[in-house]
């Protein structure tokens, strides 16, 4: 990688060290010439120039042109720009040339003099006072047209607000713009506020982005100015954004050329976030401002499904089928989708013309087949836009087969619950009057478990200013275990209750209600933007420019919520911080497009064992996650977390703290200590080599160890320079990420290769692999595979739009078992270690067969001896000491074995390069001997004797 690296440095300085520059070459004569010719006559010549530092450096004319002529007559001088040029700024400002075609002064000596023509349009808008005179625009004119190569101004007026559009031959200068719009506030006595559209470069997608993409706008301005910012359009007016879980500003994109810059991207974009964005530049009384409407293909958030019957009785139908009728039903939309349904992953028919109501509703009949299978009959409908992106939906289909156990028939409270089979949970959609959403139950067979009541109140669904309704129907509903119901069920109806709790929260009007607290439920509003309020003990603090946040706590909630982080226990209670669309009391809408700043302080016990997790709930990926919130204190008073955006928190308590300092400690000085030891093996392997390496059995082994070593070398650098992810961009984060990944794999891989080098030797002692067959499958196996498992397994996580790295350990992502960009390299890693196992087994019940059936006891210690002494020596080098890994997610975390096994799995393979500095090196015999030699001056010993004394093995 290092020449690569250097081949690249020396490429970008060969290819954009050099670049092109215009000049002007000045001739004064007092005769007439033909200008052509002597212009020719420079083509190709090299001039020696000296730059602004000084450096001289030689210039190849390319390229010649007439720029400008002039004409001295005593003191009558006539200048003129050429077709395509017009006078440069310093002409037009310091010799009032600027609409003149020929310029009578004398400015053949100002460089530049003319520049090319660059046709420039801006538009903007003087906001004004009440008494502004009509006639009052020629002051606007007579300004505007100062600027250098003005060829069009249109004015208008309407009201305070004084309008004019500009066509301009160059890029304005925007320090004289400036200069002007201070000259017209100063003749109109008057604060004028300028919004000029032109002259910040904005790159956006010019095309419709795809559903859940990550699309990026960026706007420039070649001036420094005060403040920048991306508005979006909404039917409410325009809202400043601000980074959150979807948006992403960037301001760090600034260049000399450039010096002002906002950067926007946007994270898994839905349908929501189509509309007009505009990038604002403020500097003084004028903004500068880009527009452009970003297109969203679109697809359904959100799908559900149902059938009739609930359940499909199949009891009397051995083998025949049975229909049912499926509805799904999406929000209302104009987008025109290709829709089709799918049966037990067969596609089938499409279907069209839904009904219009308020929602778009999907009806089609199933078609049930009857024979009893082990997997769970499905309904799936599809969603595919016009980008070919796919939306899916799936519906199980309980099935009542004959003989097989099941729920017969139930009436409770006036709701029918059909016959069911063993396990099966069932959806009835039929609420009491007044009341709306769903009720579930569970068939344990043939028995049924308790119904789970999830109609509510139907004023809670439409509630906009009374929180008292809202507190208390929510707050019931949480009273209850949800047991009813399974895992997934349950997941999903605590995520949807949440979200819902929460809009709710936003829209209620802060004149109605100051705050309220129920058993499961408490909220409060605060007074102004700056809030200090506590909720259930938990300590709040929300800091804002303007607007006004209300704060709610709520309990039971966080068993039934999902939890996506490993090793941790939730807490109690679930923090929300909303800011809705809000009126003061003179109804007007309040400002929601400042920052924010919330500090909570959770009444968490200080347990040294635990480490507290700062979450917030994603409402799109409908997960816990760390971005935006931050651990700031942990103490015998609580847990103190910062976040920088509005939504739900809570805290996560890990089961145990596993990067302590003293681990830390022990791994950075282990991964010192195996980098030294692991150059100093591959030193002594190329000083040895040819020494040692003089049969194919032995080439095998040093070339699969020497690749082991460098491998994790590079490996204990990457992980090294990515001690610190704060302080690292997300691309090189990424790089070592990538990094990682490849050398830790390619690693394993080596170890495989040596493994069964060593067992095939053993086993077919008789048919010795040849030489050319071991490199050629070693080679794909070492090189060729990992680099298959790395790059399929980021280009489907970047096709899936997925994460593949964690940003804040900068190695893969881990959600659950068996999701998560990890399983890419825990997978092949643990195939490995159970293959090296194997093969070390193999090799110890070798060394006992070995022994005769009459062996002593010295045989037998001898025996023993060589056992530890493979233990010792193969372990590291074919990583069996990484399944204590594997053993962290096992032990439970309150074990006294944990710390045990933690402690032990750092300190063995932080140091693995020791174990194969000693395994390569001290363990072996020869090695040891030439080594020695080298250092006692008698290497060259060897290098003398005949190859005929030596036993070789010649290559097939």
């Known amino acids: 990688m290092f020449p690569l690296v250097v081949g690249a440095i020396y490429i970008f300085y060969q290819v954009f060290a050099e670049g092109f520059f215009t000049a002007e070459l000045m001739i004064k004569t007092n005769v007439s010439l033909e200008t052509s010719k002597i212009l020719a006559a420079f083509n190709g010549t090299s001039l020696e120039v000296n730059d602004s530092d000084g450096k001289s450096h030689t210039v190849i004319l390319k390229q010649t042109e007439l720029v400008a002529e002039c004409t001295l007559v005593g003191d009558e001088t006539t200048c003129n720009c050429s077709a395509g040029y017009v006078w440069s700024d310093k002409v037009c400002y310091n010799y009032n040339c600027c609409r003149a075609d020929v310029c009578t002064q004398n400015v053949s000596d100002v460089v530049p003099l003319c520049v090319a023509t660059t046709t420039a349009y801006f538009t903007g808008s003087l906001v004004i006072g009440a008494d502004w005179e009509p006639e009052q625009l020629t002051m606007v004119s007579e300004e505007l047209e100062k600027l250098n190569a003005l060829e069009d101004l249109d004015l208008s007026y309407s009201g305070t607000i004084a309008e004019f559009a500009a066509e301009v031959g160059v890029t304005p200068n925007l320090g004289v713009f400036e200069e002007i719009i201070g000259s017209l506030t100063t003749r109109v006595e008057q604060k004028v506020e300028v919004q000029v559209e032109g002259l910040v470069k904005m790159e956006a997608p010019s095309e419709s982005v795809c559903y859940r993409s990550d699309p990026e706008l960026n706007c420039t301005l070649a001036m420094e100015t005060e403040k920048a910012s991306w508005k979006l359009g909404t039917a409410n007016g325009d809202v400043e954004l601000n980074d959150g879980t979807v948006v992403k500003l960037n301001h760090r994109c600034a260049t000399a050329e450039q010096p002002s810059c906002v950067r926007l991207r946007l994270a898994e974009v839905t349908s929501t976030w189509a509309g007009n964005y505009t990038c604002e530049f403020l500097k003084g009384t004028i903004t500068y401002k880009a527009k452009t409407f970003l297109k969203v293909a679109q697809l359904p958030d959100h799908i559900s499904m149902s059938v009739e019957p609930l359940t499909a009785d199949c009891s009397a139908a051995a083998g025949g089928t049975t229909d049912v009728t499926v509805t799904a039903t999406i929000p209302l939309t104009t987008a025109n989708y290709t829709v089709w349904y799918s049966y037990n992953g067969k596609r089938m028919s499409n279907l069209k013309n839904p009904t219009v109501k308020d929602q778009l509703v999907y009806k089609f009949k199933v078609n049930i087949r009857c024979e009893k299978t082990i997997e769970t009959q499905y309904v799936n409908i599809t969603f595919e836009n016009y980008k070919d992106q796919q939306q899916h939906s799936r519906l199980e289909i309980p099935v009542i087969y004959a003989g097989s156990k099941f729920c017969e028939e139930d009436i409770v409270d006036g709701a029918v619950w059909p016959k069911t089979p063993f396990k099966a949970t069932v959806f009835n959609r039929t609420c009491p009057e007044d009341r709306t959403g769903y009720k579930t139950r569970t068939c344990e067979g043939p028995q049924w478990m308790d119904v789970f009541n999830n109609c509510v109140n139907e004023q809670l669904n439409n509630v906009l200013n009374e929180a008292e309704v809202m507190v208390e129907a929510a707050s019931q509903i949480l009273n209850t275990t949800w047991s009813g119901v399974n895992d997934t069920i349950r997941s999903d109806m605590s995520a949807n209750y949440l979200e819902a709790v929460e809009k709710l929260v936003e829209n209620i ?34 800091n804002r420019s303007t607007g006004r946040p209300k704060v709610m706590a709520l309990k039971n909630l966080t068993p039934k919520v ?45 347990e040294k064992k635990r480490k507290p997790i700062c979450v917030f709930w994603n409402l799109t990926t409908r997960s816990w996650s760390e971005e935006g919130c931050y651990l700031t204190a942990r103490g015998a008073n609580g847990s103190s977390c910062h976040c920088t955006h509005l939504t739900s928190f809570s805290v996560l308590m890990a089961k145990t703290d596993v990067s302590t300092p003293e681990l830390d400690i022990i791994t950075y000085i282990g991964l010192g200590v195996s980098i030294c030891c692991l150059l100093l ?19 095998f082994r040093h070339t699969a160890i020497v690749n082991i070593a460098t491998f994790r070398l590079l490996a204990d650098c990457s992980f090294l320079a990515s001690s610190f992810p704060e302080i690292l961009s997300d691309n090189a984060c990424l790089f070592f990420t990538l990094s990682k990944h490849l050398f830790y794999t390619a690693m394993f891989c080596w170890m495989l290769c040596l493994s069964v080098m060593l067992v095939h030797q053993l086993i077919f002692v008789f048919s010795p692999l040849r030489k050319r067959v071991f490199m050629f499958l070693s080679s794909v196996v070492g090189y060729l595979i990992p680099i298959v498992i790395v790059g399929l397994s980021f280009v489907y996580y970047k096709y899936t739009q997925k994460q593949y790295y964690n940003k804040k350990t900068c190695w893969l992502n881990y959600d659950r078992l068996l999701e998560g960009s990890l399983h890419a390299f825990l997978v092949p890693v643990l195939v490995v270690i159970l293959i090296n196992i194997f093969s070390m087994v193999v090799v110890i019940v070798t060394l006992v067969k070995t022994q005769t059936p009459d062996s002593g006891k010295a045989d037998d210690k001898e025996t023993a001896k060589s056992i530890i002494k493979v233990l010792v020596v193969l372990a590291p080098v074919f990583g069996v000491t990484w399944v204590l890994g594997f053993l962290l997610n096992i032990v439970d975390a309150d074990s006294p074995l944990f710390p045990v096994v933690n402690y032990a799995f750092t300190i063995l393979n932080s140091f693995q390069g020791l174990f194969i500095l000693f395994a390569g090196c001290f363990a072996e015999q020869k090695v040891r001997e030439e080594a020695l030699k080298i250092i006692t001056g008698k290497g060259k010993s060897d290098a003398s004797k005949s190859l005929t004394s030596t036993t070789y093995t010649k290559d097939k």
């Open 562 to 606: 999902r939890n996506t982080y490993p090793l941790t226990d939730k807490t109690e209670f679930i923090m929300s911080a909303t800011l809705g669309l809000d009126r003061d009391e003179n109804g007007t809408k309040e400002n929601r497009s400042s920052n924010v700043e919330i500090y909570m302080e959770f009444p968490l016990p200080e």
């Open 681 to 699: 093996f591959l030193v002594i392997e190329f000083l040895v080599w040819s020494a040692v390496v003089k049969t194919n059995l032995s080439h």
């Open 509 to 542: 009007h802060v004149n109605r209600s100051m705050g309220l607290k129920s058993q499961n439920i408490e909220l409060k509003i605060c007074p102004n933007s700056d809030c200090n309020v506590t909720v259930f003990g938990i300590e709040v603090s929300v």
